[in-house]
């Protein structure tokens, strides 16, 4: 039986991706992880999936990246609940290291038309306990101890300027 999907991008890191001292922005190495985090979501939710970004749980950055560099991300989904799902994804070590140069979890909510929460179809298969993805699954453990932002918005009251 073959294991739960994963995805693998590549980008060149280009000039235009580039901070002043020409290697990967903060901006761009967010895009990337993002982009390659909704295809590995959308490839784990099936072909009706209509996800959106809730959440960044986790984003890390451990090595800069040179202009010239082709960067290898992959992607899987680590945990799937009624509505949402956190897709992990892992900046592959860069020649001649040997960790990854950034890694990130991303929560992302099924919806509908409106933009309202939909159940995910069942059957989603989660990446969680493969080798590599580890690392990130125990980071999830410890991040799913605290809970969201939002209750704390509930009843703010915001004035209408």
Known sequence: MQGP????SHRLVL???????GT???GSLLRYALEAAYAAGTRGAGPTANLMLRRVLS????RSVPVGTLVEI?????????CYLVVGVVGMPLEGHDLP???GLFGFVQVDAAGLPLELPEGIASAARERIWQPLADRLEKLAQSRGATAGWIGVGFEKT
Do not use: I, K, S
């Open 5 to 8: 999907p994963e995805t693998v």
């Open 15 to 21: 000039p235009a991706d580039a901070n002043h001292h």
């Open 24 to 26: 990967l922005y903060a």
């Open 59 to 62: 984003l890390e950055c451990r």
């Open 74 to 82: 992959r992607g899987a989904v680590l945990q799937v609940r009624q």
């Open 101 to 103: 140069w950034m890694d």
